[in-house]
């Protein structure tokens, strides 16, 4: 049956309330802050133990320290690295010096910045002080499954493999899903996978089995900089909000949210994360829509076409009845 | 079929549930409904601690049906808050993998495939081979003096071990009078030890994690906090949210530089020449904290009028002997004063000090002619005086031009910002800043701390590296105080504890120094040559008593000088790398591998596996095939042909180990925190713990030797070996090595604290460092009171040598008055109407001892020293901004070029490090230099490193797939501007050559590696990582093939940070070819026996 999305858009209701989960508890999720990731990996490694998810073969990518690529079956947490050799007034991830006098900040943020030796930068047979300077970033960020509001996954599947669960996340019943695949082109973010020596879509589960027993998912546990940060969306999404503008008052103005607003295009992400550049720099689609957006509009029409068909025939037929 | 009720389908669910649309509650399946997570289920949490860096981040291990089923980080811990980086995520699979080693494996010698060996039958084989070899191999005389050993066996590794068992490996080798007994600490931090050692008085980090977060200023330098210890890196994180800066400075931009505010890059090798320039600044500006500095230092001390410094001889201090590249230290110390340094070579001072103490001429004619320099050499000088223990003469207004502070202020005033842009190339602004941050970020208000690791230890002056940082953070007041010192950061989980209890040749439990051969030595005579008059030195007798009590008991009486002749003496460095060279020339018979893998993480590689070839025997125990167990069979000296398994007589046992899981021990982490963990399940197949290997070795060889009435048989038979043994595979009981390292009273009762430990015998401590660890009879270890049940020291986690001081040298967070230097900074003070020092940590002071005390005339030990000195360990109570004794190449550090460097010298005429040990050999050879000829064959610098990934020579993560994917292949890291310059290819392939091997690697072209302007020309920097070897899931060449055996004359640590090489596109040659293009690249550079080997 298609979804009603109005249901949840409208009145911004819990989506585990809307899934007919009788006083769930609160909706949780990941705050992943990127702007204090080192880029460690820990929450692949923690996420592939604890999920038993296979090893994913050996590939070197070439692509920084990245040799996982990109969220697949085999891979539900993956590090995305990116060099940028740009300007800036300072290296970024700073967080709100409350305590640095305002002179030293000052004095930081108009440092001359370091040359690395970048092309077109600051050629090495020049004085690197006489070049203007060139900062360098290495951005890191931790990518999941975003257990959106409005999943597309979920409303494609024809099994009710993909559910939601009472605490609004989305996850792949691995005892039901016959490897159809509808949800793996369905979802806005390429997270879904087929794995293929098994048949059956794998992702992230948020840990569903932890947090029945009331424990963090493993990578936000494991995570050694609290880059993953894993608590109710409610009040996550009032840290994330905090965070962003300690860092615009730190002068670090790149810094932005992505997937934390609930009127975005589906309707708010469960894992939402600080970027510190375009989403499309880490890989990420800039302007996510739940790609059944559309699906109660067209079944409206569907069956408004229907119904004058069948009005249609049914005037066509009739005089020929009286006949 | 039974069918199931209409209530359990999802279709008659969704129809009449409220989850209309079918995609929530109405679908959910049986099996999502039952899931529940196996913590939850487990039968029990056993509290361990993560077996890979020196963190030391505490883990709960969750066991069902007595198998481990998930490794977690323990959120209780005050270090790691329950946090755990990739490879402590992966250690389940570490520990529980199927495919992890399991039964011995034998190769017979000349065989070309391995067998299968019953346990006991290796054990009862190995017992036999030790005996056989050592017998056949036995000096009772070395040139004329007793040295009572064999050079016959050696033993390498103890860091990724625990503390009991390199207790036993210590203990056992020292009775068989085996003198090599090495492991990863002179690999990698041995640096440290000279460093901190001699300019504070212990040779340990001296702060710890949490109080990174008190830092104003954190200077992270030869090291890769974020990526060699994340978890550790979250305290960095911390520091900066309070509005600390942080500052990287590196050859390379890494994960750490990516978090730091300030990115520094230098080339590799000059952080001497670096750290020398803001001593300058801070001298020539006057930014010392010269209230600190007067107190607390030797800042006011004279210095002998025979001194001449670098400035004077062109890069050379007075005393250097050209033809045994050695330094005489007697013009270096104080005015009328002879000290011994609280570390380093404090023995080589026997005779003079002997001679001197027995009011005696100096009769030293013809004592033992000590090879090699470094671990000792004929020692003639003396002070000329009997009393070596007298006032040194002070100008507290530093004026004096002989005062410590005059000579400083000479020796670095021509490492100037100008000078720091040629050495290093570092932009001057960017200098400028570093310098403003750390003054503005030091006071009394306001502290800076120094981060480092093996980016500092490993070179030929690595000593000199630290001791400069500890000259730095002494003249700006920060050792001592919260959010200051020197974070050392180690990265094996133990590699602390294999130093504190030695598996080191020149070290006893507790940096008691291993005694040298010498013509007449007795117990008195090696006190009277080793301990400080002053300090807690002094009381060296006691703890060398209580150890020789702890391993020969009754037998150790005052009649037989507690059995002081058992030890085994040492002629010269038995170090790791010399081991080497005696195993090429075929002394060297038996090789014990006890977790460490030479043939990768070793400089010169290909040289261990050479050695190894010309052993009769070799024991490796460890978790998987690492290559230093099967290079006779692929290694790659036999795809080159030049080993031929079959003519290869070595015979090789290989013993799995148990991993932490499956032992009870204590760790000891970077910041002297002894962490036991529990067993959680007994190893299954052959697996064993070095406790048990060691513990079983020793039981059958004493069974063997019984009866026997050969004199070098007593120290075995009479070792103290009865250790209660528990469980199906009877494993000592690591508590009761635990209580016998920290040592009982005449009564048996465990000691409480150091202090009490006698010289008559009456109490026995096998490192008196540790005493009070098993206070009260209770495992101080094992504490775990959660970090959020105490204030932010946790002093009741765990326990920390010495004493369970947290922050050391903490009476100098007070003013020499006793009062805290500021609020902001307060940490330990001195409460007058209690008569005793308090605060948030132990006091590192005598609890009563008040600021004011002025010892009385001719008083000694800690009696002698001042209510301000802070450093108690020293054996005038000062920081040492001037080392009179202890370093070998110098009493302040002097930058000189690496070993293998293409860049000369712009500061001396003298190039390298003029007493740096060299070890010519044919497979051992040097590169020009600077502007030699040849040199710029090698053109390029070569840094080595870790990546957080993988851990040191790869056995404990090239073996785990879930750490080998993250990092599937050995690469080189290289600049967009060196890959034009040679044709290298992103993701294609590069060898790089140097004149001991080629090595192939996949090419990362990045811009993090910035390519750096030096004395007017651009010098390219290459980074290797240096995890990889051909054996694993993950594969690939040894950085170490490439690296040559030149050493750190104190510690005789390796050169592996900064080399000169060659890099060009493609895949290095096969077979053959591979030698024939190393020979090539030597006649191409013109290098010969004597390249490199001049002063």
């Known amino acids: 049956m298609a979804p009603d999305l109005r249901e949840t858009t409208a009145e911004r209701r819990d989506p585990a309330t809307v899934g007919g989960y009788a006083e769930p508890p609160e909706r949780v999720g990941f705050f992943t802050d990127t702007s204090v990731c080192i880029g460690c990996k820990a929450c692949e490694v923690a996420c592939k133990e604890w999920n038993a998810v296979p090893e994913d073969g050996l590939t070197f990518t070439g692509m920084s320290y990245d040799n996982t690529a990109q969220l697949d079956a085999n891979t539900w947490r993956h590090v995305a690295f990116v060099e940028q050799p740009r300007r800036l007034g300072r290296q970024e991830a700073q967080l709100a010096p409350t305590e640095v006098p305002v002179e030293l900040r000052r004095s930081a943020g108009g440092r001359t910045a370091v040359s690395l030796g970048m092309p077109g930068s600051a050629p090495p047979d020049g004085h690197v002080d006489t070049v203007p300077g060139m900062d360098f970033r290495w951005l890191m960020s931790s990518d999941v499954c975003k257990h959106c509001t409005h999943a597309a996954c979920l409303d494609v599947c024809p099994t009710g493999s993909l559910f939601r669960t009472e605490f609004g996340t989305v996850v792949v019943q691995e005892d039901i899903c016959n490897g159809c695949g509808y949800c793996v082109p369905a979802c806005p973010f390429g997270v879904i996978d087929k794995r293929e020596d098994d048949g059956r879509v794998w992702k992230c589960t948020l840990c569903y089995d932890r947090l029945s027993v009331g424990q963090e998912p493993a990578c936000a546990k494991s995570c050694p900089t609290d880059s993953i940060q894993f608590g109710e969306l409610s009040e996550l999404r009032a840290r994330a909000a905090a965070r962003v503008s300690d860092l615009h008052d730190a002068g670090v103005e790149s810094a932005r949210l992505y997937g934390a607003d609930p009127h975005d295009g589906v309707g708010g992400a469960g894992a939402f994360f600080l970027l510190l550049d375009e989403p499309e720099v880490y890989g990420l689609p800039p302007d996510p829509v739940v790609t059944t957006r559309d699906l109660p509009a067209m079944w409206r029409r569907a069956g408004l076409v229907a119904a004058g068909l069948l009005a249609a025939l049914v005037a066509v037929s009739l005089p020929g009845a009286r006949r | ?1095």
Request: hydrophobic letters at 35%; aromatic letters at 10%; charged letters at 25%.
């Open chain 2, 1 to 1095: 079929m039974r069918g199931l009720p209409i209530g359990s389908w999802p279709v008659w669910r969704q129809l009449t549930g409220p989850d209309r649309t079918g995609r929530a509650a109405a679908v959910k399946s049986r099996h999502s409904a039952d899931l529940r997570a196996r913590t939850a289920d487990a039968d029990r949490v056993v509290k361990s601690v993560c077996p890979y860096c020196a963190v030391g981040c505490a883990q709960n291990v969750y066991v069902r049906d007595e198998q481990v089923v998930q490794i977690e980080g323990d959120p209780d811990s005050p270090v790691s808050r329950g946090r755990l980086c990739p490879k402590g995520a992966a250690s389940l699979q570490l520990t529980t993998d199927p495919r992890r080693l399991a039964k011995v494996r034998y190769r017979a010698p000349y065989a070309t495939e391995w067998q299968d060996l019953d346990l006991d039958t290796a054990m009862e084989m190995i017992a036999e081979r030790v005996i056989r070899t050592r017998r056949d191999t036995w000096q009772e005389e070395h040139e004329g003096t007793r040295v009572a050993r064999t050079m016959g066996i050696a033993s390498l590794g103890g860091a990724t071990l625990d503390n009991e068992e390199n207790y036993l490996i210590k203990k056992l080798f020292t009775a068989l009078g085996v003198v090599q007994v090495e492991n990863q600490a002179r690999v990698c931090h041995s640096s440290t030890v000279i460093g901190l050692g001699t300019s504070f008085g212990r040779g340990g980090a001296t702060t710890f994690m949490q109080d990174l977060q008190h830092a104003d200023c954190i200077v992270i330098e030869g090291s890769n906090f974020a990526e060699a210890h994340p978890v550790g890196f979250q305290w960095v994180l911390a520091a900066k949210a309070r509005g600390a800066t942080v500052i990287h400075v590196d050859p390379r931009f890494t994960r750490t530089s990516a978090l730091a505010d300030l990115y520094v890059p230098i080339r590799a090798g000059t952080d001497v020449a670096f750290l020398g320039g803001i001593i300058n600044h801070v001298l020539t500006e006057g930014k010392d904290f010269r209230e600190y500095v007067l107190a607390y230092t030797n800042a006011s001390t004279i210095v002998d009028e025979r001194f001449r410094d670098t400035e004077d001889l062109d890069g050379l201090f007075s005393g250097f002997d050209p033809e045994s590249h050695t330094y005489r230290e007697e013009s270096w110390q104080y005015e009328g004063v002879h000290l011994v340094s609280a570390t380093g070579e404090r023995d080589r001072q026997f005779e003079a000090r002997v001679a001197a103490g027995h009011g005696l001429q100096d009769d030293a004619e013809g004592a033992a002619e000590r090879n090699g320099h470094g671990a000792g050499r004929e020692e003639k000088f003396g002070s000329g005086s009997a009393a070596l223990d007298g006032q040194p003469r002070r100008d507290l207004t530093l004026s004096d031009p002989r005062c410590v502070y005059q000579i400083l202020k000479r020796h670095f005033a021509r490492y100037t910002p100008e000078m720091v842009e040629r050495v290093c190339g570092i932009p001057p602004e960017v200098f400028a800043q570093v310098c403003r941050q750390l003054v503005d970020n030091s006071g009394p208000e306001r502290t800076s701390e120094f981060v480092y690791a093996v980016g500092w230890t490993q070179h030929t002056d690595g000593s000199q590296f630290i001791r400069s940082a500890s000259i730095l953070q002494l003249l700006l007041g920060n050792i001592g105080r919260p959010g200051g010192g020197i974070q050392a950061l180690r990265g094996h989980a133990s590699i602390q504890g294999s130093t504190d209890i030695p598996t080191l040749f020149n070290l006893l439990p507790g940096y008691i120094p291993m005694p040298h051969a010498h013509k007449t030595q007795n117990l008195d005579d090696f006190i009277l040559a080793d301990a400080a008059r002053k300090g807690f030195w002094a009381n060296m007798r006691s703890y060398t008593v209580s150890l020789l009590k702890a391993w020969w008991g009754a037998t150790a009486t005052p009649e037989n000088d507690f059995c002081f002749g058992y030890l085994p003496r040492l002629t010269g460095s038995h170090s790791h790398y010399d081991t080497v060279i005696e195993q090429m020339n075929g002394a060297c018979k038996g090789y014990f591998l006890l977790g460490e893998n030479p043939a990768v993480g070793s400089s010169n590689a290909r040289m261990q596996r050479l050695g190894m070839a010309k052993l009769d025997w070799l024991v490796v125990r460890d978790l998987a095939m690492i290559e230093s167990a099967t290079w006779w069979k692929d290694g790659p000296e036999i795809a080159s042909g030049e080993l031929v398994t079959e003519r290869i007589g070595t015979e090789v046992f290989v013993l799995p180990a148990a991993a932490h899981t499956e032992k009870d021990g204590s760790f000891t982490n970077t910041n002297r925190l002894l962490q036991w963990h529990h067993q959680a399940v007994e190893p299954a197949d052959d697996r064993r713990s070095e406790l048990w290997f060691m513990y079983h070795l020793g039981r059958i060889i004493r069974q063997k030797l019984a009866g026997s009435t050969d004199p070098k048989d007593r120290p075995i038979l009479d070792l103290t070996w009865d250790y209660p043994t528990i469980g199906r595979t009877a494993e000592p009981d690591a508590e009761a090595v635990l209580a016998e390292i920290n040592g009982w009273d005449a009564d048996g009762r465990p000691l409480s604290t150091y202090t009490e430990l006698a010289d008559d015998g009456s109490t026995v401590c096998g490192c008196w460092i540790y005493c009070g660890v098993y206070q009260d009879g209770v495992n101080q270890a094992a504490r775990r009171k959660p970090a959020e049940e105490q204030h932010w020291v946790s002093p009741e986690w765990a326990w920390a040598w010495p004493a369970n001081r947290r922050l050391l040298y903490n009476r100098a967070s007070a003013r020499p008055d006793g009062q805290p230097w500021s609020e902001r900074k307060k940490y330990v003070w001195w409460d007058a109407d209690a008569g005793r020092w308090t605060g948030y940590d132990v006091p590192d002071f005598e609890p009563t001892k008040p600021p004011d005390y002025q010892p009385p005339e001719g008083a000694r030990g800690v009696a002698a020293l001042r209510g301000t000195d802070a450093f108690i360990m020293q054996a005038d109570g000062l920081g040492w901004l001037y080392a009179p004794a202890g370093v070998l190449d110098g009493p302040m550090p002097t930058h000189y070029e690496p070993q293998d460097s293409p860049v000369d010298n712009p500061l001396y005429g003298q190039q390298r490090n003029p007493s740096r040990l060299l070890r010519p050999h044919e497979q051992n050879r040097y590169h020009p230099n600077g502007s030699q000829r040849g040199a710029q064959t090698f053109p390029y610098v070569v840094t080595t490193y870790r990546l957080t990934e993988h851990f040191t020579a790869g056995g404990m993560s090239r073996f785990t797939p879930y750490l080998a994917e993250l990092q599937p292949e050995f690469f080189c890291e290289v600049s967009p501007e060196l890959a034009a310059e040679r044709g290298l290819v992103h993701c294609g392939w590069a060898t790089i050559v140097t004149a001991r091997n080629a090595i192939e690697a996949r090419v990362l072209v990045t811009e993090r590696i910035a390519p750096l302007r030096v004395d007017g020309r651009v010098v390219h920097q290459i980074g290797l990582p240096f995890h990889w070897g051909p054996n694993g899931y993950s594969r690939g060449d040894a950085a170490n093939e490439l690296t040559s055996i030149s050493l750190d004359p104190n510690s005789h640590i390796q050169e592996s940070k900064a080399f000169s090489a060659d890099i060009r596109p493609g895949r290095r040659p096969r077979g053959p070819e591979r030698v024939a293009l190393v020979r090539e690249y030597q006649r191409k550079a013109g290098i010969t026996t004597a390249t490199g080997t001049e002063v």
